[in-house]
C-alpha cells in the first residue's frame, strides 16, 4: 500500500512538474472580428495589445508582412512572452514557430551571425508537394503461409531459410484484387494489426501501412467497440490512386540534411555545426525551382527573440540586411528595457535598440495587469496546476500580487497547495498562504533584509549614510 501511495505522489509531482508558466495559453482570446474578449484561451487583460496582435496574425496568415518585424514592449510581469505563445498557438502547427533568447547566441559554439541565420531559417517552412501511387481499399481476406519444416536443417547447412509469403485481398465499390505479400508486407500489415473488414492504404513506393478505419459494412459485426474505433466508408473506384502528399519541413532542417553525411541524425542531437554559405545557396536554388514548377511554396514563420536588448550592435546590423530578403520570416522581439545603452556601444536609445532598426519595427506596448485581472490569472493558474483554493485565499493571494508582483503570487500557488498537503487538507486557506508568504521572500523584503544586515555579508558596498536612499528609491 505505501508503495501504492509513494506511485501515485511520483506521478502527481511529474504532472506539476511538465506545468510550464505559459502551458495555460491556448490562443490570443479574439473573437471572429479580432476583438479581445476580456478573459479567453489562457489570455486575460491586455485588450489593446492582443487586438493589435491580431491584426498582425491575420497579416502572418495573409502573407502579406513577411520581412516586418513587431516589437512587444513593456514592464517585466505584463504578457509580452504570453503574447507571443498565443501568436504561435493561434498560428498553428504548419506554420513555423522558432523562439530563442538574445543572450542565448553568446553561449553557443556557433558565431553570432550563423546562430541568427539557423534561428532565421527555422522560421522559414517549405511546403513540399508531390505525387504518390496509393492502393487504398477494403481488406476482405489475409491468409499468411509460414514454413512448417526445413527451417533447421536449413539454417545447419547456411542456406537462407525460406520466408513467411502469403496473400492480401482488397476490395472497392467497383472491383476487388488478391495481392502477393513479403515479409516485409506481412511484418508492416502485423504491426498496424490490420485485420478483415479494416480499410487501408499502402505506399506502393515506400510500402508503409496506413489504417484509415473500420468499414462501416462490418459495424455490425462485434457487440461493442472501442472508443477510437473509426467507420468509414469502403472506397470507392480504382484500387490504384494517384494522390498528393504535402510534406511541411522548414529550411535549416534541409540545411542539415545536406550539409552532412548523418545530417538527418545531427536535427536530434542539435550538433548541426557552421552550415557553409554554399549549401545554403544550393538549397535556395533548388527550393526556388520547386516554386516555379509548382512543387513546392514558401510558408513564411515567426521567429521570436526574447531579450532582444541584449543583442548587440553587429547582430542588429545583421538583422537589418536580413529583413530585406525576399524569405525572410516575420520577426516579433521582446524587451522590458526603457532608454539604455545599445550593446558594443556608448550610445543610448529607447529599449537598447538601434534607431535605424526601430524605424521598421510595428510596437506594441503592454500595460500593468489590474487587480481584476491578477485575480483572473490566478484562478487560471489554480486550474492549471490543479490547486484547489478558498475565496479568501485567492483574495490574500491577490493582494499579494498587486503589492509585490505577478510572478511572486503564481509561485506561492503550488508552495502553498504542498503546504495544505503537508497538513493533510484538500483545500488551500489563508493559514497556508500566509505561512509561505514568511518561508518564501519576495524583492521588497529580500532588499530590505540585505539593507539591514549588509555589514554581515562579504563584499557588501553600500554605505551605512546610503541606506536610506537607496530605501527610498525601492519605494
Known amino acids: 500500500m505505501a508503495e501504492l501511495k509513494r506511485l501515485s505522489e511520483s506521478r502527481d509531482l511529474t504532472r506539476i512538474e511538465r506545468i510550464g508558466a505559459h502551458s495555460h495559453i491556448r490562443g490570443l482570446g479574439l473573437d471572429s472580428s479580432l476583438e479581445a474578449r476580456e478573459a479567453s484561451e489562457g489570455m486575460v487583460g491586455q485588450l489593446?495589445?492582443?487586438?493589435?496582435?491580431?491584426?498582425?496574425?491575420?497579416?502572418?496568415?495573409?502573407?502579406?508582412?513577411?520581412?516586418?518585424?513587431?516589437?512587444l514592449a513593456?514592464?517585466?510581469g505584463t504578457g509580452k512572452t504570453a503574447l507571443a505563445m498565443g501568436i504561435a498557438k493561434s498560428l498553428g502547427a504548419e506554420t513555423p514557430f522558432a523562439s530563442v533568447a538574445a543572450s542565448e547566441l553568446f553561449s553557443l559554439d556557433l558565431s553570432k551571425t550563423e546562430a541568427l541565420t539557423q534561428a532565421i531559417r527555422r522560421a522559414i517552412g517549405v511546403r513540399i508537394k508531390e505525387e504518390a501511387e496509393i492502393i487504398e481499399g477494403e481488406v476482405v481476406e489475409i491468409s499468411i503461409d509460414r514454413p512448417l519444416s526445413g527451417a533447421g536443417s536449413a539454417a545447419a547447412s547456411g542456406a537462407t531459410a525460406p520466408g513467411k509469403t502469403g496473400r492480401?485481398?482488397?476490395?472497392?465499390?467497383?472491383?476487388?484484387?488478391?495481392?502477393?505479400?513479403?515479409?516485409?508486407?506481412?511484418?508492416?500489415?502485423g504491426k498496424e494489426k490490420v485485420q478483415s473488414g479494416d480499410v487501408i492504404a499502402l505506399?506502393?513506393?515506400?510500402?508503409?501501412?496506413?489504417?484509415?478505419?473500420?468499414?462501416?459494412g462490418r459495424s455490425r459485426d462485434y457487440d461493442a467497440v472501442g472508443p477510437n474505433t473509426k467507420f468509414v466508408k469502403c472506397p470507392e473506384g480504382e484500387l490504384q490512386k494517384r494522390k498528393e502528399v504535402v510534406h511541411c519541413v522548414t529550411l535549416h532542417e534541409i540545411?542539415?540534411?545536406?550539409?552532412?553525411?548523418?545530417?538527418?541524425?545531427?536535427?536530434?542531437?542539435g550538433d548541426t555545426g557552421e552550415i557553409r554559405a554554399e549549401v545554403r545557396e544550393q538549397i535556395d536554388t533548388k527550393v526556388a525551382e520547386w516554386r516555379e514548377e509548382g512543387k513546392a511554396e514558401i510558408v513564411p514563420g515567426v521567429l521570436f527573440i526574447d531579450e532582444v536588448h541584449m543583442l548587440d550592435i553587429e547582430c542588429f546590423s545583421f538583422l537589418n540586411r536580413a529583413l530585406e530578403n525576399d524569405m525572410a520570416p516575420i520577426l516579433v522581439i521582446a524587451t522590458n528595457r526603457g532608454i539604455t545603452s545599445i550593446r558594443g556601444t556608448n550610445y543610448r536609445s529607447p529599449h537598447g535598440i538601434p534607431p535605424d532598426f526601430l524605424d521598421r519595427l510595428l510596437i506594441v506596448t503592454t500595460q500593468p495587469y489590474t487587480e481584476d485581472d491578477i485575480r483572473k490569472?490566478?484562478?487560471?493558474?489554480?486550474?492549471?496546476?490543479?490547486?484547489?483554493?478558498?475565496?479568501?485565499?485567492?483574495?490574500?493571494?491577490?493582494?499579494?500580487?498587486?503589492?509585490t508582483s505577478l510572478r511572486y503570487a503564481?509561485?506561492?500557488?503550488?508552495?502553498?497547495?504542498l503546504a495544505c498537503q503537508k497538513?493533510?487538507?484538500?483545500?488551500?486557506?489563508?493559514?497556508?498562504?500566509?505561512?509561505?508568504?514568511?518561508?518564501?521572500?519576495?524583492?521588497?523584503?529580500?532588499?530590505?533584509?540585505?539593507?539591514?544586515?549588509?555589514?554581515?555579508?562579504?563584499?557588501?558596498?553600500?554605505?551605512?549614510g546610503e541606506a536610506d536612499g537607496d530605501d527610498a528609491m525601492q519605494s
Open 74 to 76: 513593456g514592464q517585466p
Open 48 to 71: 489593446p495589445a492582443r487586438r493589435a496582435a491580431g491584426l498582425i496574425l491575420q497579416l502572418i496568415r495573409q502573407g502579406k508582412i513577411a520581412g516586418r518585424a513587431v516589437l
Open 203 to 216: 505506399d506502393k513506393a515506400s510500402g508503409k501501412v496506413t489504417k484509415l478505419g473500420r468499414s462501416i
Open 168 to 189: 492480401l485481398t482488397l476490395k472497392t465499390t467497383d472491383m476487388e484484387t488478391v495481392y502477393e505479400l513479403g515479409g516485409k508486407m506481412i511484418e508492416a500489415l
Open 423 to 464: 497538513r493533510k487538507g484538500k483545500v488551500v486557506e489563508i493559514d497556508d498562504i500566509s505561512r509561505v508568504y514568511g518561508l518564501f521572500l519576495d524583492v521588497k523584503r529580500s532588499t530590505q533584509y540585505l539593507m539591514e544586515y549588509q555589514s554581515q555579508y562579504m563584499f557588501h558596498e553600500v554605505a551605512a
Open 377 to 403: 490569472i490566478l484562478d487560471i493558474r489554480c486550474d492549471e496546476e490543479d490547486v484547489e483554493m478558498s475565496g479568501e485565499a485567492k483574495v490574500l493571494l491577490t493582494k499579494i500580487g498587486v503589492e
Open 255 to 269: 540545411d542539415v540534411i545536406n550539409s552532412r553525411t548523418q545530417g538527418f541524425l545531427a536535427l536530434f542531437t
Open 410 to 417: 503564481i509561485n506561492l500557488i503550488t508552495s502553498a497547495a
